[in-house]
């Protein structure tokens, strides 16, 4: 839904809505939405075997890599980086838990 659709939900100007928002939340809509989009994606790389370009289409980016850009810029990391390391991470603390059994 876009902005001007939300502010007319809400009886305000685009304007009067996103400076409320950014005062009530503390960033502007489209990054707050963006940070959203970004940790859906995380939870699907790490849960789902869908390629980053399947995932990327899967949350409105236009293509991979506009969700790498956008990924890298909230998150620090690529998406195959990050989800190689949270793999990685993932086995670690399974092997500790074998080893605590």
Do not use: N
């Amino acid at each position: 839904m876009a902005i001007a659709d939300v502010a007319a939900c809400m009886h305000m100007s685009k304007a009067h809505f996103f400076g409320a928002f950014r005062d009530k939340v503390g960033e502007t809509p489209h990054r707050w939405r963006l940070k959203q989009r970004i940790a859906a994606a995380q939870r699907d790389l790490i849960t789902l075997p869908l390629k980053t370009s399947d995932i990327a289409q899967k949350y409105g980016f236009s293509d991979q890599a506009h969700f790498s850009r956008v990924f890298k810029q909230f998150v620090g990391e690529s998406p195959c980086s990050w989800r190689a390391r949270m793999k990685e991470i993932r086995a670690i603390l399974a092997c500790e838990q074998l080893r605590s059994c």
